[in-house]
């Protein structure tokens, strides 16, 4: 389970309203990652209940606003995604063909989270603040584990895009999304390559069911 | 308006190194614009579209595999992708017969000098994976069936890997060549046919009946000219195809915008 591997599988997320962290919460629920990064809560019974009353109402009662709400789930990934790059590239263990690899990635998650950022207010929402984030020791002590933890990060957040395609409910963001994801892929594809892992693993992006991410959430969460 | 359409343009030509977030933002909200209505009329039309795309693109690594002209992990990696494209074709074809629609035919197909070198065969397999990703993300939207819409967008992302990985075995540069920005572009039916007709006319010497030509209209009517001016060597057509879909790119893009 790939979740259980990135930054060990330790919380990183700390939210600065409560009403950000139940929206991002809610969001990694549906489309089936990253609800392990979020400190401070362990979904109840009642709780993971109504995560999937939320899953078989989604459909019906999607609207601009649950759209909003993906976009901000979204705008927080690439929000860790960025501060990620940023500090993996400062630390500066890459050199040659590797940091010319890996420096245009920091760059497009963030002109993600412009991007993302600026459609939510365009649609009238209001775009989450950028949560603190606290990595466990070690992640950016040598080009292995920066590598490693980005390799996983980027097949999650391929997995994060794709699951969330069938509950987009316009066009429009639609498209935005599978732009990012197909970006997302590229980055996934050439950091495998690079760590010696399979740069192809599945031979349709996978997306990550309700039943995965219930099994997974629980033991996980701080 | 004008620096969309021109950049538009660089991209199909491969010029375009980096979008700037500003222009990157306003295609993000004009995602759709490139697709004209009549292009699909359901989303049997778009499946047989892109299964058109898989057969040529299996067949093409089924040919190029067969060359010998790698070895070692690009080997590897090749093999995986021929695997990848075969597997697309065949859920695909699957797909349209489930949802009682009638697969189109496999095109024949002929890819010149692709297989002369290792540099023109992988050259000639980044232009297709980016034609590919490009014509998923140009259909997409014309996609009802949410999963339908999932299994293209799985698709969609694989043929991103392909892209990437063998551009970067080319060497290419990051920006501009492994990746094509912050955000992948999307390119409309027409353009994809004009890119990808250069491999089909070559055995055929039309485009086969019911195949990519699902409801092309006007615009189809104008590739005619565009594709007998290309001809000549598959890689070099698709170079040519490439710049003749710029010009009529940034026509489109002057009377969509």
């Known amino acids: 389970m790939m979740a259980d591997q990135l930054f060990g599988g330790k919380p990183v997320l700390q939210f600065s309203t409560g009403h950000d962290r139940r929206t991002f919460l809610k969001w990694a629920g549906l489309v089936g990652v990253g609800a392990t990064f979020a400190t401070g809560l362990v979904p109840s019974t009642a709780q993971a209940a109504e995560l999937k009353t939320g899953i078989l109402t989604s459909s019906k009662a999607a609207k601009a606003a649950t759209d909003i709400d993906i976009l901000n789930y979204a705008l927080t990934l690439e929000y860790l995604e960025a501060d990620f790059y940023a500090k993996g590239l400062a630390a500066g263990f890459l050199s040659g063909r590797e940091l010319e690899l890996i420096t245009p990635i920091g760059d497009h998650e963030n002109q993600h989270v412009a991007a993302v950022t600026q459609t939510i207010t365009t649609l009238g929402g209001t775009p989450v603040a950028k949560p603190t984030i606290t990595y466990p ?7 292995d584990n920066f590598l490693k933890n980005a390799s996983v990060f980027e097949e999650l957040g391929v997995t994060a895009y794709h699951g969330q395609v069938p509950l987009i409910t316009s066009g429009d963001i639609l498209g935005a999304a599978a732009s990012i994801a197909g970006v997302e892929s590229r980055h996934a594809a050439v950091i495998a390559s690079l760590i010696g892992g399979n740069p192809f693993p599945n031979q349709i992006e996978k997306n990550a069911s309700m039943e995965t991410v219930l099994a997974a959430v629980g033991p996980l969460v701080s | 308006m004008t620096s969309i359409s021109s950049a538009r343009a660089d991209f199909v030509r491969g010029q375009l190194d980096q979008v700037s977030g500003k222009q990157a933002l306003f295609a993000l909200n004009n995602r759709w614009a490139l697709a ?20 040529l693109e299996a067949a093409f690594y089924q040919q190029g595999n067969a060359a010998g002209l790698l070895s070692g992990t690009e080997k590897g990696y090749l093999a995986t992708i021929q695997s990848d494209e075969e597997f697309h074709v065949t859920a695909l074809f699957d797909t349209i017969k489930k949802l009682g629609g009638t697969p189109v035919e496999k095109p024949g197909v002929g890819f010149g000098d692709a297989f002369a070198s290792r540099d ?13 990703v490009g014509a998923y993300l140009g259909a997409a939207g014309f996609i009802k069936d949410k999963g339908v819409l999932q299994a293209a967008a ?4 694989v043929e991103a890997r392909h892209a990437a990985v063998v551009a970067n075995l080319l060497g290419m540069p990051a920006e501009g060549g492994v990746y094509k920005g912050a955000f992948e572009t999307p390119i409309a039916q027409a ?15 039309t485009v086969p009946a019911g195949g990519v030509q699902t409801g092309g209209g006007a615009a189809a009517g104008k590739d005619q000219t565009g594709m007998f001016v290309l001809g000549g060597a598959a890689l070099l057509g698709a170079a040519g195809a490439a710049v003749y879909a710029g010009r009529h790119r940034a026509d489109e893009a002057t009377d969509q915008i």
């Open chain 1, 137 to 143: 020791a070690g992640i950016f002590d040598n080009r």
């Open chain 2, 36 to 55: 004209s209505k009549a292009d699909f009329a359901n989303d049997i039309d778009v499946l047989n579209y892109a299964l058109t795309l898989e057969y």
């Open chain 2, 120 to 132: 023109s065969y992988l050259t000639t397999s980044v232009t297709f994976e980016n034609v590919g």
């Open chain 2, 154 to 157: 799985g698709i969609f992302g």
């Open chain 2, 191 to 205: 353009d994809v046919l004009a890119k990808v007709t250069p491999f089909l006319m070559s055995q055929m010497g």
